[in-house]
C-alpha cells in the first residue's frame, strides 16, 4: 500500500526558506514521477514542481526562481525548499506520485508569519 | 500555461440525483486529464485519470468522459457522502494546471 507523508515545520517567518520533506512508503522512488502541490485556505490547487527519479526536475514558472526539489532514494524521500517566503505562501502543502497524481499524503500546513 | 475552466463553480443537488460537471482546456490535452474529489480539511482523492479510466476502488457510479479539450465527470445516485469539491487536471504538459473546483452541495 503507497503512503506518503509530509513534514516539516508549520510556521515560517517571512523571508526565510520553507522546508519539506515527503517521505514515501510502500513504493521504490524508481521509475514515478514525484510532485509538490499546494492549496491555500479556503483556495483552489497549485501544482508547485515535480522531480523524477533520474533527477529531474521542473517547477511552476510562477514559483521556478524560489523552488528547488531534491530526491534522496536512500530514505526514500524526496524534499522542497521555497526560499523568500511571504503570506500568499501560507497554503497546506501536499506532495504525489505519478504523472496522474495517483497517491497523494495528508497534507500539512504551513503559516508564514513573523 | 494551459488553463482548465470548470463549470459550474458551484451545484446543488439532492440524494439520489445525479449531476455532471464540465471542464474545458484552452487548448487540446488529448486525455490527459484527471479528476479528484476533496472533502474539506481533507487531501483531494483520484477519482479518474486518462478522462474515462476508475482508479482503483472509486465506485461505479463515477464516470468520465471527453477528449481533446473538453471532459465531463457525471455522478449517479448522489450520497451524502458525495457532497465534495470536485477538480479536474491536465497532465498533457508542465505546468500541470487544476480547475478551479466545482462545490457539490445539498439542496
Known amino acids: 500500500q503507497v503512503q506518503l507523508q509530509e513534514s516539516g515545520p508549520g510556521l515560517v517567518k517571512p523571508s526565510e526558506t520553507l522546508s519539506l520533506t515527503c517521505s514515501v512508503f510502500?513504493?521504490?522512488?524508481?521509475?514515478?514521477?514525484w510532485h509538490w502541490i499546494r492549496q491555500p485556505p479556503g483556495k483552489g490547487l497549485e501544482w508547485i514542481g515535480y522531480i523524477h527519479y533520474s533527477g529531474i526536475t521542473d517547477s511552476n514558472p510562477s514559483l521556478k526562481s524560489r523552488v528547488t526539489i531534491s530526491l534522496d532514494t536512500s530514505t526514500n524521500q524526496f524534499s522542497l525548499k521555497l526560499t523568500s517566503v511571504t503570506a500568499a505562501d501560507t497554503a497546506v502543502y501536499f506532495c504525489?506520485?505519478?504523472?496522474?497524481?495517483?497517491?497523494w499524503g495528508q497534507g500539512t500546513l504551513v503559516t508564514v508569519s513573523s | 500555461d494551459i488553463q482548465m475552466t470548470q463549470s459550474p463553480s458551484s451545484l446543488s443537488a439532492s440524494v439520489g440525483d445525479r449531476v455532471i460537471i464540465t471542464c474545458r482546456a484552452s487548448?487540446?490535452?488529448?486525455?490527459?486529464l484527471a479528476w479528484f474529489q476533496q472533502e474539506p480539511g481533507k487531501a483531494p482523492k483520484p477519482l479518474i485519470y486518462s478522462a474515462s479510466s476508475l482508479q482503483s476502488g472509486v465506485p461505479s457510479k463515477f464516470s468520465g468522459s471527453g477528449s481533446g479539450t473538453d471532459f465531463t465527470l457525471t455522478i449517479n445516485s448522489l450520497q451524502p457522502e458525495d457532497f465534495a469539491t470536485y477538480y479536474c487536471q491536465q497532465y498533457d504538459s508542465y505546468p500541470y494546471t487544476f480547475g478551479q473546483g466545482t462545490k457539490l452541495e445539498i439542496k
Open positions: 510502500g513504493s521504490s522512488m524508481n521509475t514515478y514521477y
Open positions: 487548448r487540446g490535452i488529448s486525455n490527459y
Open positions: 504525489a506520485r505519478d504523472s496522474s497524481l495517483q497517491f
